[in-house]
């Protein structure tokens, strides 16, 4: 952006080669108002890539705007008294040590706080606290094949589906399915196979119940889904499953008392260092 020579007037701003303000520039500055100054690293920041013309307009509007801000300030500045002042300075110096504690509470937890949960903790709370682990939903372990529905052998991937043949049925999915995921290993839940399924809520929930392989179909695909392993709404989870909740318990609990050691730490320290004197 082309240097700018900006003298602030009670008439506005004009934009000017004026002696003085050329030797603020000098030190960086773009505008004073009021003893705050503009500096125009800022205004080369806001600018950058713009042409000479829309950089001119753009850094105006930013500079009006920013003295306009500034001269309401300092006559907010003149009328403190009027304004409860020392109340409102009481309320932003509270703001602010809150902001730092937390910032700093927050830096001692990410550095020196323990975050791995042992099994015989997540143990000891997943039995204490049944309710908390109930299901809001079924979930599941298995097999999602999706064919055509004019493809071939389709019974003999039912049967290779119930009879948990691997090889068989991975070796059909890569010659004839337009879709496939083995999920042995994770939870899907059932709001995450409606996403994969045509089919209503109501009516998995009421056929995983009743069955492990479901099967259904629209106009140009048949859905095979195979349930390995299964907990439906309203039992228990499965220890892994419930794991992340029980570490986030765990580690609340942990950060509230680790904290609070701290604090305490802090001022017993400041005690024996007589930074805390008592009077009374």
């Known amino acids: 952006m082309k240097k700018i020579f900006i003298c602030l007037s009670l008439a506005g701003f004009l934009l000017n080669a004026c002696t003085a303000l050329e030797k603020k520039q000098q030190a960086g500055a773009a505008v004073e108002v009021q003893g705050h100054y503009l500096y125009l690293s800022t205004l080369d920041s806001l600018t950058l890539g713009l042409s000479g013309e829309d950089s001119m307009r753009v850094a105006q509007q930013f500079i009006n705007q920013w003295a306009k801000d500034v001269v309401l300030y300092e006559e907010v500045q003149n009328r403190k008294a009027q304004l409860g002042g020392a ?155 419930a794991r992340p909740e029980i570490e986030k318990i765990v580690l609340t609990e942990r950060q509230v008392e680790f904290l609070q050691k701290e604090r305490e730490r802090l001022y017993n320290e400041a005690i024996q260092s007589g930074k805390v004197i008592f009077y009374l």
């Open 87 to 241: 109340n409102i300075d009481r309320m932003v110096e509270d703001y602010r040590r809150a902001l730092y504690t937390q910032a700093y509470e927050e830096y001692l937890v990410d550095r020196r706080m323990p975050k791995t949960v042992a099994d015989s903790t997540a143990l000891h709370i997943y039995a204490q606290m049944p309710e908390r682990f109930k299901l809001n939903e079924s979930i599941m372990h298995g097999i999602l094949v999706v064919v055509p529905t004019d493809a071939p052998k389709i019974d003999k991937l039912r049967k290779w589906l119930a009879s948990g043949s691997m090889d068989d049925i991975e070796k059909y999915a890569y010659q004839n399915a337009s879709g496939y995921e083995l999920f042995n290993d994770r939870w899907l839940t059932t709001t995450e196979m409606l996403q994969h399924m045509p089919i209503e809520r109501a009516d998995l929930e009421a056929r995983l119940k009743a069955k492990n392989q479901i099967e259904v179909a629209d106009s140009t695909k048949t859905y095979l889904l195979q349930v390995t392993e299964k907990h439906m709404r309203g039992e228990q989870m499965p220890i892994e499953y």
